[in-house]
């Protein structure tokens, strides 16, 4: 079994940078795109950013939400295990939970149901 687990996150101010990172263990899913997602309180999840699998050459190897784009960069390491989501010029908008999970797919798709296995989600928060 894939056990995703979140970490990184935390209060920052407008304009502030955080670096979020995504730590697999168990089943090797390295042909698995990992994909990050957000949800605000009284909000529903939605999709941040994607990368596909390393050996995959279907669509783009990364993709990311158009309210994120040149703020936020994606990236992963197979030795670590680990994909990370560099955020900068953060807004209070971004302020939410964000989670990591991995999909059944090699490549990114913005379907939730695609991406079989979770984080718990870690906490950031965009405020003065």
């Known amino acids: 079994q894939l056990h995703l687990v979140e970490s990184g996150g935390g209060l920052v101010q407008p304009g502030g940078s955080l670096r979020l990172s995504c730590t697999a263990s168990g089943l090797n899913r390295r042909n698995s795109a990992i994909g990050w997602f957000r949800q605000s309180p009284g909000k529903e999840r939605e999709e941040v950013a994607c990368i596909r699998a390393t050996d995959n050459n279907i669509g783009d190897s990364t993709s990311y939400a158009e309210y994120v784009k040149g703020r936020f960069t994606i990236s992963r390491d197979n030795a670590k295990n680990t994909v990370d989501l560099q955020m900068n010029s953060l807004k209070p908008e971004d302020t939410a939970v964000y989670y990591c999970?991995?999909?059944?797919?090699?490549?990114?798709?913005?379907?939730?149901?695609?991406?079989?296995?979770w984080g718990q989600g870690t906490q950031v928060n965009v405020s003065s």
């Open positions: 999970a991995a999909s059944t797919f090699p490549w990114c798709t913005w379907i939730s149901i695609d991406f079989d296995s």
